[in-house]
């Protein structure tokens, strides 16, 4: 865990110590980084093929178009979430199961990027010893959502692995379709379940990744 005159990194709300301030900076660092996510998976459906006639349809940049409940509340509990799924025409891909991966692994390293540009700010602002916290919350917010979407559950990244072991047939019928639209909440409610009764296992593993990517980009 890092830790410095202001933010705690990985950076998750604390609402046993509410600071009004940091709240609003996570808002922002939020809408920021799921509209990065979703115009990142547009842009590389759309070089892989799936053209729309009205790109304004896909690329508006308002993150207000991007916002998905369960995300937002995973945000809340958990320091990392989602955007709303962008719209996806998979028979135009050539390969399918590979370019649908693609777009979705598209979203979490763009997230990655913005943590860096972000980062080289912590970094010049440290060099000049001058208290942070508006861009140590950016880069924590992006790296948390690097990180925690290797987890194979819809909607995250990590869940477009799980296409290579199951059949179309299977993921298309009712209990498949009925999974991916209630997986989203079962992610949320396992992380604030997890967090009430103190369950570090996926933290134990996650936050040092987060941790050594955020001194490794900001630390001088």
């Known amino acids: 865990m890092v830790e410095n005159t202001l933010v705690q990194i990985p ?5 046993t110590h509410f600071q009004f301030d940091q709240a609003i900076i996570f808002l922002v660092a939020v809408l920021l980084s799921i509209t990065v996510n979703a115009e990142a998976q ?7 093929g799936d053209v729309r006639r009205e790109p ?20 809340v509990v958990g320091g990392f979430g989602w955007p709303k799924q962008i719209a996806l025409d998979r028979s135009k891909f050539r390969h399918k199961t590979l370019d649908v991966m693609i777009i979705k692994l598209a979203g979490p390293f763009a997230n990655l990027m913005l943590a860096g540009i972000a980062g080289s700010i912590v970094w010049i ?11 140590s919350i950016v880069v924590a917010v992006n790296l948390m959502i690097f990180v925690f979407n290797i987890i194979p559950l819809p909607p995250l990244a990590g869940s477009a692995v799980l296409s290579f072991f199951f059949p179309e047939k299977m993921k298309s019928s009712s209990a498949g379709h009925l999974f991916v639209m209630v997986s989203p909440y079962l992610v949320v409610v396992l992380i604030l379940a997890m967090r009430i009764n103190d369950i570090t296992i996926l933290n134990r593993y996650m936050d040092p990744v987060v941790v050594s990517i955020f001194k490794f980009i900001s630390t001088p």
């Open 125 to 135: 602002m440290a060099v000049w010893e001058l208290d942070d916290q508006v861009f």
């Open 11 to 15: 950076f998750v709300l604390d609402f």
């Open 42 to 48: 547009a842009l590389v459906a759309t070089v892989l």
């Open 56 to 75: 304004k349809d896909r690329f508006h940049f308002n993150p207000l178009l991007h916002l998905s409940l369960s995300g937002m509340l995973c945000f």
